[in-house]
């Protein structure tokens, strides 16, 4: 299937480009397009929705509008701007990386030039080379796997997504349209995000369905196939302790990585032993990767045996109340925070 697929590459490519000439989506990093907008949504498309990038994108670039411009900010700054984007290591990569690119004669041209870049993975290299450079490389992300599965009705069975994207690969390069490279690309992804949905794909909306081994094959749908996920239940109590108008927060140290120098409410050991179900003010779910997490928060009178346990960790800080919109919370508890202080629970016990 994937070498008739390859045959009719010229067919492909008109029938796609044409759709994605017609209806593409109008993003503001798609209007008037440059290296840097292309690179900063780049960054911010990782793991996130495109809803929730929006706003993030245009506030930076009125901030920031160029690598120089941003290679200016600070590593507080950019963090701080990119609170609520979540995988926080993006937006350190993507200062450093504006930090090198600034001071580069020029910027590279190619995926193998973006790839040796911070936070430029083999994913990120191909698109900003393809996009904004003209590099004829594919990029091979979860949309382009459904949409090419189908194409070709391939039905191994795939671990991970990691497995599934090195599987795809050589059928996404043979692929590749040589003149067209990025729009090529973006009309892949498009079309994975907008027509060839998981369930339900409109394959009679679909510019591509005369070349579609998948939908001709009866039931798209069943591809990709992949091995059922192994989920991890992760349970977490959490406290909520406000003392002198300070609440008391953990700053994460080098040692967390992703959430280094962000702060969150902290974990109740080892500062109380005992927590009662009466005290409980919030219980949340949330899914990182594999896990499934359920986090716990139990409003805790403070005592003053505490500070001895406190002075002992130097992550754990009091920000006063007033201050909390300065400090950098991660996405989640800066909603958690928001909300307790909102129903009243900010109040001592
Ligand atoms: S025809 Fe259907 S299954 Fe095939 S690519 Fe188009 S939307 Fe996807």
């Known amino acids: 299937m994937a070498e008739r697929l390859i045959s009719q590459a010229d067919a492909f490519h008109k029938a796609l480009h044409a759709w994605y000439d017609a209806y593409h989506r109008l993003l503001p990093w798609r209007d008037m397009p440059s290296l840097y907008k292309t690179v900063v949504s780049e960054f911010m498309l990782q793991q996130t929705q495109v809803d929730t990038v929006l706003p993030y994108f245009e506030k930076w670039m009125l901030r920031w509008p160029d690598f120089q411009a941003l290679a200016q900010a600070t590593e507080e700054e950019v963090v701080k701007a990119w609170e609520g984007l979540g995988y926080y290591n993006r937006a350190r990569n993507l200062y450093r990386l504006a930090c090198l690119v600034a001071e580069m004669p020029e910027p590279p041209k190619t995926a193998d030039g973006w790839i040796v ?11 900003i080379a393809s996009i904004a450079c003209g590099d004829p490389v594919a990029v ?22 990691g497995t599934a ?7 996404a390069q043979a692929l590749v349209s040589p003149v067209f490279p990025g729009d090529h690309n973006q009309a892949m992804m498009e079309l994975g995000a907008t ?3 998981r369930l339900k794909p409109l394959c009679t909306m679909c510019p591509v369905v005369n070349f579609c081994a998948g939908a001709a094959d009866g039931d798209p749908e069943r591809f990709p196939r992949f091995l059922p996920r192994i989920t991890e239940r992760v349970f977490l109590k959490r ?3 406000i003392h002198d108008g300070k609440l008391l927060l953990r700053q994460h140290g080098a040692a967390a990585k992703r959430l280094s120098g962000m702060y969150e409410l902290p974990l109740a050991e080892p500062l109380v032993a005992i927590l009662l179900d009466e005290d409980i003010v919030a219980k949340k779910r949330r899914a990182i990767s594999n896990q499934q997490i ?56």
């Open 239 to 241: 406290l909520w302790l």
């Open 195 to 197: 027509i060839c949905y």
């Open 117 to 127: 870049l911070p936070g430029v993975g083999p994913y990120t290299a191909a698109a």
């Open 165 to 171: 994207v090195k599987a795809m690969d050589p059928l």
């Open 294 to 349: 359920e986090e716990t928060i139990y409003q805790c009178r403070w005592m003053p045996v505490m500070e001895k346990v406190i002075a002992k960790d130097p992550e754990l800080r009091w920000v006063q109340l007033s201050d909390l919109g300065g400090i950098t919370l991660s996405g989640p508890h800066r909603r958690w925070v928001n909300e307790l202080l909102a129903r009243g629970v900010g109040e001592e016990m």
């Open 140 to 161: 091979v992300d979860g949309n382009v796997i459904r949409v090419l599965t189908r194409l070709v009705a391939d039905d191994r069975m795939f671990k991970d997504n």
